[in-house]
């Protein structure tokens, strides 16, 4: 005797459709941790984490002046542009030397 089994194939696209979506967000997370990792961040050692911290940072601090540089209409703005930048630094040095 045999015994035919009936699979609804709307239903499995829908189980499929949801698996890769599943899947796509699990390869994006795992990308997003790749890349941590290749900056430093959530290090391996003790002193890999810190840097990366700091490497966060730095990375905050070159944006902000970026935008800051490129919203300047003038020259004064982007001398202002600049001490702002150069007080930011500072006080994240500052935060490293009291750590």
Sequence with gaps: MRVEWHV???AQIIKLKARVERLTA?????KARVEEYKNGYKGACYCCEPVGELN????AVRNAAKDWLLEAQTEQEAEDAGRRLETLLAAIEQEEDDE
Excluded: F, G
């Excluded at 699990?26 to 795992?30: A, G, I, K, S």
């Design 8 to 10: 609804d194939p709307e």
């Design 26 to 30: 699990d390869n994006e997370r795992l």
């Design 56 to 59: 966060l940072k730095l990375q």
